[in-house]
């Protein structure tokens, strides 16, 4: 009996790590954000340093008192004579500007900068969903950014006294009695200096290497040749492509990475997996919101024209995938975010279909949001199918599914008003009668927490981020501080 305890706990802490874990990983994108703002401010730190620097390099190489900092400005440049200078502005006339785009360090840092605010600028949310191309070429500028760091210290601009120099003469002690430098007599000598060695590509290499290598599987596994089976044109200009290629497996909710050379050689789009595991085929379906994705509606629309060539690379994993670790699932999707639950939708017929009693979920609230009428169309076929077969097995209470229409208008309704005694929903033709207007999420999740006291719930949504923001504030609100109580866990597919 002790051992079963002990099994059964380790268990659960073995699903807690993995689902945590899961959760870290799935957070990478906003790990690239924090990155990208701490590389921002360093950088800003960096140049506003050089920028009292060079003010101070300048002020110095102009002065004619005899200082310290004057006669160290005044080494010579000249290699034949050691070219131990310390001071990068060789004469009084010569500016900061100068110096800036002739050194090495100079030039490839401006060229590093440009790179980086044309990078930061071009990845706001504004510019990545109306002009998704012009994010996805100024991103690539880090090529010549990390370039530019791996080359910004050869130049030598940071020098340091040789270490023979110092054990000539003590740095403090003849700092002070510098005007002696020149006196045989003296235990001082005039420094030497010489540039530190470049030390940034000791941090990019690994990185860089690690890059290369995941671009060359990636385009591995872009060539191997898809096969597409059938197209079909939904309503809403919603496209959907079912293909075949060799060797590929997936699991529910996980998405592929699509290029079609025909309209861009470079460009990548993520998309989900609408098909399930069990099916001999995987899909995808694709909104226009775009310049690439409406170009490949119309290659696909075109009749008498060769069907376009498409690569896949994939599939990758996402929080989806943990869907059927939960007692009870919360699937939320707005609009064309529907997606990833088709998948999980689909599979759970075929599981019923092949008796599966391994079933670990035993109930799945399903909400759609849509703006338009045209958008639930697709998706009825499978819902269709899944009533059907819920009726058929007995276990019609197994999903729980509410569709939300929040694009209507007065006539719309008082259709659906006309019409609300029919067994069917006028819009839809489901069971289920379409709601107008955004689900009440705290009535929601009261009524679920109330009917699974006990329950670990998981919450999975594809939608936008005010909606996130809503549905983990619910997930908090609701949890019970008593863990043996019901419990709600917060995912989000992340792009």
Request: aromatic letters at 14%; proline letters at 4%; glycine letters at 6%.
């Amino acid at each position: 009996m002790g051992n079963c305890v002990v099994n059964h706990w380790f268990s659960v802490l073995f699903l807690f790590c993995s689902r945590t874990l899961r959760k870290q990983l799935d957070h990478n994108l906003t790990f690239h954000k924090l990155v990208a703002y701490m590389i921002c401010l360093h950088t800003a730190i960096h140049i506003i340093a050089h920028l009292f620097n060079f003010d101070r390099y300048s002020r110095s190489r102009q002065a004619t008192d005899g200082s310290l900092a004057s006669i160290l400005s005044s080494l010579s440049h000249d290699e034949k004579k050691g070219g131990s200078w310390l001071n990068p502005i060789q004469f009084r006339n010569t500016t900061v500007e100068y110096v800036t785009f002739t050194s090495i360090a100079g030039l490839t840092g401006v060229i590093m900068t440009i790179a980086l605010i044309l990078m930061v600028t071009s990845a706001t949310e504004f510019i990545r969903r109306s002009y998704f191309e012009v994010f996805w070429y100024t991103h690539h500028l880090f090529i010549f950014y990390i370039l530019g760091l791996g080359i910004h210290g050869i130049g030598g601009i940071v020098r340091g006294q040789t270490e023979e120099s110092i054990n000539e003469g003590h740095p403090h002690k003849c700092a002070e009695s510098f005007e002696m430098w020149y006196d045989h007599d003296s235990h001082c000598r005039r420094p030497e200096f010489e540039g530190q060695p470049p030390e940034s590509w000791k941090w990019i290499l690994a990185p860089v290497i690690l890059y290369i290598c995941e671009r060359i599987l990636r385009f591995y596994r872009s060539q191997q040749k898809v096969v597409i089976t059938k197209v079909v044109m939904h309503p809403s200009k919603v496209l959907e492509l079912q293909m075949n290629k060799r060797g590929f497996s997936m699991e529910v909710g996980q998405y592929i990475f699509v290029n079609c050379p025909s309209i861009s050689l470079l460009e990548w789009h993520p998309f989900t997996l609408t098909s399930a595991p069990e099916e001999d085929f995987f899909s995808i379906h694709i909104r226009a919101a775009g310049d690439w994705t409406e170009n490949l509606i119309r290659a696909f629309e075109q009749q008498y024209s060769p069907i376009p060539r498409i690569e896949v690379d994939g599939p990758f994993g996402t929080a989806s995938e943990d869907v059927f670790q939960y007692e009870v699932a919360v699937l939320v999707g707005a609009g064309i975010g529907v997606t990833p639950f088709a998948s999980i939708l689909k599979s759970i017929w075929y599981k019923f279909q092949c008796a599966n009693h391994n079933l670990k979920t035993k109930k799945i609230y399903f909400y759609w949001i849509c703006r338009e009428t045209g958008a639930f169309s697709w998706f009825n076929d499978l819902l269709t199918s899944l009533e059907q077969e819920m009726e058929k097995l007995g276990k019609v209470g197994f999903l729980n599914y509410r569709l939300f229409l929040t694009g209507w208008d007065s006539n719309i309704v008082g259709h659906a008003a006309l019409n609300f005694d029919k067994a069917t929903d006028i819009l839809t033709g489901l069971k289920q009668k379409t709601s107008f207007g955004r689900p009440m999420w705290d009535n929601e999740f009261s009524t679920i927490a109330t009917s699974h006291p006990k329950s670990v719930v998981g919450v999975f949504l594809c939608g936008p981020r005010t909606l996130a923001k809503s549905l983990r504030k619910c997930c908090h609100r609701y949890s019970s501080l008593d863990p043996r109580k019901v419990q709600f866990y917060f995912n989000k597919e992340n792009f």
